[in-house]
């Protein structure tokens, strides 16, 4: 799994104009599922996004995590991140998951972030989406598990 983590001061997401996502200070999450991932991948990302350090401490060090914080937590479903961008000019996606178990993998990711962590929310897998967020820092990094 590839997750894209920024630090946010406020994300949302948005399918046809409905807000279907929102969190303040927290995390937004790209995810894409790639072949060969599976629940077990799935509990490791989610382990690494709720205890990544990120959030400033008192010395303003990137030294503490999402849960430290009790910031929010915003999962956003994207294939994307899984394209082969190795050759050519245009992406390849042979090594993202098949939609069927990518899909199933998301909602088992977001049904564990909800059991772990009590602010969550979430884009919906399949659908167009409009996501907006305000970068803190800008912080960006790429997750792998």
Same mark, same amino acid.
């Given at each position: 799994?590839?997750? #894209?983590?920024q630090?946010?001061s406020?994300?949302?997401?948005?399918v046809?104009g409905?807000?279907?996502?929102?969190?303040?200070?927290?995390l937004?999450?790209?995810?894409?599922?790639?072949r060969g991932?599976?629940?077990?991948?799935?509990?490791?990302?989610?382990?690494?996004?709720?205890?990544?350090?990120?959030?400033?401490?008192?010395?303003?060090?990137?030294?503490?995590?999402?849960r430290?914080?009790?910031?929010? #937590?915003?999962?956003?479903?994207?294939?994307? #991140?899984?394209?082969?961008?190795?050759?050519?000019?245009?992406?390849?996606?042979?090594?993202?998951?098949?939609?069927?178990?990518?899909?199933?993998?998301?909602?088992?990711?977001?049904?564990?972030?909800?059991?772990?962590?009590?602010?969550?929310?979430?884009?919906?897998?399949?659908?167009h989406?409009?996501?907006?967020l305000?970068?803190?820092?800008?912080?960006?990094?790429?997750?792998?598990?």
């Amino acid at each position: 799994m590839i997750a #894209l983590i920024q630090r946010v001061s406020q994300a949302a997401v948005r399918v046809d104009g409905q807000l279907i996502g929102e969190i303040r200070a927290g995390l937004l999450a790209l995810i894409a599922m790639t072949r060969g991932d599976d629940a077990t991948t799935a509990g490791r990302l989610l382990r690494r996004l709720l205890d990544y350090r990120v959030f400033a401490d008192a010395a303003g060090r990137m030294n503490l995590s999402l849960r430290q914080v009790d910031g929010a #937590l915003l999962l956003v479903p994207q294939f994307t #991140l899984a394209a082969d961008t190795s050759g050519g000019n245009r992406p390849g996606f042979s090594t993202a998951a098949p939609a069927a178990e990518a899909a199933a993998l998301f909602e088992y990711l977001l049904s564990r972030a909800r059991q772990s962590h009590p602010s969550v929310a979430a884009g919906r897998f399949g659908a167009h989406m409009q996501v907006s967020l305000i970068n803190d820092g800008p912080v960006t990094f790429w997750l792998e598990s």
